[in-house]
């Protein structure tokens, strides 16, 4: 048996016990699978979190090739009540990058599991592994010349399908409600067995792709963003290619315009005028992905004065809310839509439309130009150079989508993020009958004083919305038990209940969501 | 990927080929006090003030025998050609500073290629006063310690686990030189990373990657 030289040991867990453990990863999985030095798992510990990255320092990394060898890491981690935090890409970044929800957990990395297991270009469907990426999904429907798109989250290219959509990520296409688009999981389940939704358990079936439902009741929901199962394939629908895309901005001179953005784009959203799910970006966004960075402007400590903000947007060119729109279709559907949008703001009143001609390859109307074409790029990770410092928390509320809610919810994040002196760096994502309110907490994790204001403000910024009725769809490992509060005692209750018949010795990632059987008291 | 997207890296060299810097051409590189194993180092730099320097602290450690300086981006084709290098090369040493943006990717890929890293930092200048948040494994703890030592009006690391330091002036060409130590409990009795009358301003990113 080695003895291995590692300070970090799961909670409970002693070193003989640890060691053995180990050693069992490594007949299963190869000694190159099993990743314990400390050089190794330094990358695991990155995070963006106002905390120290020591609290959420894995044990050991460990990688598998098949489902045989999840189904193996299962039982192991069973034995040895060993709890395994399972990442796919592990690019979540400001939702809590691929570090564990505390220290000591170690990691399932399924990046080797790699394979497109089968796309119908028919159908258009998919199947595909955790660890494909969307630019591997992507250069695969290039180079066989299959007339799909895809719809994938701004980190696009690295990132993943399946990681995203477990998580419930969105996309910027008429796709981009990613887990409706889901058909079809597979899962290791804590003891063991492999359990398929909808018609994957049917000997014989080929429709596990194509019909959701299955029969009796449909389980696919309950796992996503959860820890009762380990997915290892996942379907999910493709859009056909269309013959025209013609992705346009609408700008907006105004910060209180976005009441009346919103009401104007409901009906156009909710008729399929305009399919897919449509940005509503603030001045800051946009400038930081066209690469502007606080400091070409200002070395003040605090939020960002409204002054600046207007300086950058007459610089840059930008509204103060950018609208990104698309039309998919042969030409004479792009036409008749594009004469119903325009015909509705020319009645609006304001807002001046930039067609992809006008704008050329300026940023970050091409950036997003290719993301509602389902072209991958990586321009959005600008973002992080506008503060720098390498903190970084999205704070993600859900509101109708009613200019009244999006007016509301901008003005009194703002004030949160400018009283702890950072800034609104937020869009509204356009969901059919929703908004993604996603904001970007920015702050420099080398100021000590600013990772308390930035803590404090998450804090505030939950604390605040929920007493007006919101609550975030998403959220950071640090924030995942708080965020389970605002959802209520009975569905906490109900999930640790499910956790409890499902893996009774809480190895599957304790913490995720907020359902952990160690920590939960609230019978 | 497509082979165009392969041959990327090359493009991406700065001034449009690799910037070779010799040791044996540098007039200040001091003798250790024994022989040191020399080794080649990939450099990634992303901001031109601040490359000067950091290059400058690499040039300046007598253990490096050749480095090969890339400007490093956050586009998909820099990236695309990172991963392959990462991928393809086995003992690599990469040493960089680099921007946020660039940073955050760069050490995402060293994760998923299973590369070792050695050293992570953040560093943020401002009005000539430098704050840095930096992490190394045991086995490199010394760097900090270097670092620190050299790095003008430094304070002390009080620990070899991730920390915050202030420093001013001297910190970029002094990480530099610290990074580029393949042995960092070496100590380079005789020789020290070069000073500078201004600050770097911004913020970057630092890292020591092992392939």
Known sequence: ?523 | MSIERRSVLKGMVLSGAALALSQAGLAHAAHTTSAVSRQPVLLLVSDAEAQTAFIDGVKANPSVARVTVLKAQHDLDFIAAFQQRLSASKGERIIGLVDDASGMLLLDLARSAGARVHWTGQHVTQNGVSRHRVAATDNSANCIKQFAEFAENCSRPTAMTEQTLSASRQWASSLGFALASPEPNRRYLRTTPPTYSSAVDGHFVSFSIET
């Open chain 1, 1 to 523: 048996m080695t003895t291995e030289n590692n300070k970090v040991l799961p909670k409970g867990i002693t070193q003989a016990d640890f060691d053995k453990a180990m050693d069992e990863f490594r007949a299963l999985l190869g000694k190159d699978n099993v990743l314990v030095e400390a050089e190794q798992l330094k990358p695991y510990e990155k995070i963006m979190m106002p905390v120290d990255a020591a609290e959420h320092a894995p044990s050991a990394a460990i990688t598998a090739t098949t489902v045989e060898q999840v189904q193996g890491v299962v039982a192991i981690c069973n034995t040895y009540k060993i709890p395994v935090w399972t990442i796919s890409t592990g690019r979540n970044f400001g939702y809590g990058s691929s570090a564990p929800h505390h220290r000591g957990q170690i990691i399932l990395d399924l990046k080797k599991m790699n394979k497109i297991l089968h796309i119908d270009a028919d159908l258009g469907t998919a199947l595909v592994e955790p660890g494909v990426t969307y630019q591997q999904l992507y250069d695969h429907l290039e180079d066989n010349n299959i007339p799909l798109m895809l719809s994938f989250s701004a980190p696009s290219a690295i990132a993943g399908p399946l990681g995203n959509t477990m998580d419930r990520g969105v996309g910027y296409t008429p796709y981009g409600e990613h887990f409706l688009m889901q058909c079809g999981m597979e899962l290791v389940l804590a003891n063991g067995e492999v359990y398929r939704t909808g018609m994957g358990g049917v000997k014989g079936d080929n429709a596990w792709q194509v019909f959701k439902w299955g029969y009796g009741p449909t389980l696919d929901g309950m796992f996503t963003q959860a820890n009762y199962g380990i997915c290892t394939k996942m379907g999910f629908w493709l859009m056909p290619k269309p013959p025209v895309i013609k992705p346009f901005e609408i700008q907006f001179d105004e910060d209180s315009d976005i009441t009346e953005i919103v009401d104007f784009i409901r009906p156009l959203r909710i008729a399929q005028i305009i399919p897919n799910s449509i940005v509503i970006a603030g001045v800051l966004w946009e400038a930081s992905t066209a690469g502007v960075r606080r400091s070409d402007y200002t070395t003040e400590p605090g939020a960002t004065s409204q002054a600046i903000l207007k300086q950058i947007q007459k610089d840059r060119k930008l509204g103060a809310w950018n609208v990104y729109c698309a039309l998919y279709g042969t030409k004479e559907q792009v036409e008749v839509n594009w004469n119903i949008v325009t015909g509705a703001l020319k009645q609006l009143g304001k807002g001046r439309i930039i067609t992809q001609e006008e704008a050329g390859d300026t940023e970050p109307f091409a950036y997003r130009a290719k993301l509602m074409s389902g072209i991958p790029n990586l321009r959005e990770f600008g973002l992080y150079n506008w503060r720098g410092g390498g903190g970084s928390m999205w704070f993600a509320p859900v509101s109708q989508a009613k200019g009244s809610e999006c007016g509301k919810q901008k003005s009194l994040a703002e004030k949160i993020l400018n009283k702890h002196g950072l800034d609104y760096v937020g869009e509204f994502i356009v969901g059919w009958r929703d908004m993604h309110h996603v904001i970007d907490v920015l702050y420099d994790r080398t100021n000590p004083d600013e990772v308390k204001r930035a803590d404090a403000c998450f804090n505030e910024l939950l604390d605040e919305f929920e007493k007006e009725g919101y609550a975030v769809y998403r959220v950071n490992t640090r924030f995942m038990d708080r965020v389970a509060d605002s959802y209520g005692p009975v569905k906490r209750r109900l999930e640790h209940t499910l956790k409890r018949a499902l893996d009774p010795n809480n190895i599957l990632a304790p913490g995720k969501s907020g359902i952990d059987l160690d920590t939960f008291k609230d019978w």
